[in-house]
T-cell receptor
Framework: AQSVAQPEDQVNVAEGNPLTVKCTYS??????LFWYVQYPNRGLQFLLK??????LVKGSYGFEAEFNKSQTSFHLKKPSALVSDSALYFC??????????????FGTGTLLAVQP | GAVVSQHPSRVICKSGTSVKIECRSL??????MFWYRQFPKKSLMLMAT?????????EQGVEKDKFLINHASLTLSTLTVTSAHPEDSSFYIC????????????FGSGTQLSVL
């Protein structure tokens, strides 16, 4: 069955330093992968997606993610972290089972804390 | 970008009462809407998929008689938590997809339900 794993519950990084939030996936076919961000008491906001094409995907707010097929990973990255990036980040994969094509399976989330 | 409005943002109710949560797509027609439940520091759990004009499809383990979903129009879906109990207290989030937007979902801002 398809799934995504976010091995880190929390990532701490100093402002101005690069950040990486890890995600690995498991699918039987071609993966449709997504990153979403959630601020406290809010819904999710779309950051970026990978469907096909370049392995490096650029998204909102300066974030990017690298699709690595051999490592089945889709890590989220940003060259220079901001305090305002502190939030909960979710990796997701499209559910390949029949039915609605927009059905997503979410990872457990990683809390990103950026210290000033 | 597309906007999904979810109301109320916060509701407190007594045990045994019913609560209705609305999810509206403001600038597009949502053929499919999803309802999620999120526990503290946990990922989103898909509860059900609703398609306009038809019955909702519930995920395994979700009581359809307790969580009533109605998707009567292309811009509105409602989730009614019937006979609420304290264990139903949670953060509920809706998301909507429009025809053609198969890779991107738009999320509401969530509803924090507290059952006393």
């Amino acid at each position: 069955a398809q799934s995504v794993a976010q091995p880190e519950d929390q990532v701490n990084v100093a402002e101005g330093n690069p950040l990486t939030v890890k995600c690995t996936y498991s699918v039987s076919g071609n993966p449709y992968l997504f990153w979403y961000v959630q601020y406290p008491n809010r819904g999710l906001q779309f950051l970026l997606k990978y469907i096909t094409g370049d392995n490096l995907v650029k998204g909102s707010y300066g974030f990017e993610a690298e699709f690595n097929k051999s490592q089945t990973s889709f890590h989220l990255k940003k060259p220079s972290a901001l305090v305002s990036d502190s939030a909960l980040y979710f990796c997701a994969v499209r559910d390949e089972r029949g039915g609605a094509t927009n059905k997503l399976i979410f990872g457990t989330g990683t809390l990103l804390a950026v210290q000033p | 970008g597309a906007v999904v409005s979810q109301h109320p943002s916060r509701v407190i109710c007594k045990s045994g009462t019913s609560v209705k949560i609305e999810c509206r797509s403001l600038d597009f027609q949502a053929t499919t809407m999803f309802w999620y439940r999120q526990f503290p520091k946990k990922s989103l759990m898909l509860m059900a998929t609703s398609n306009e004009g038809s019955k909702a499809t519930y995920e395994q383990g979700v009581e359809k008689d307790k969580f009533l979903i109605n998707h009567a129009s292309l811009t509105l879906s409602t989730l009614t938590v019937t006979s609420a109990h304290p264990e139903d207290s949670s953060f509920y989030i809706c998301s909507a997809a429009s025809t053609g937007q198969i890779e991107k979902l738009f999320f509401g801002s969530g509803t924090q339900l507290s059952v006393l």
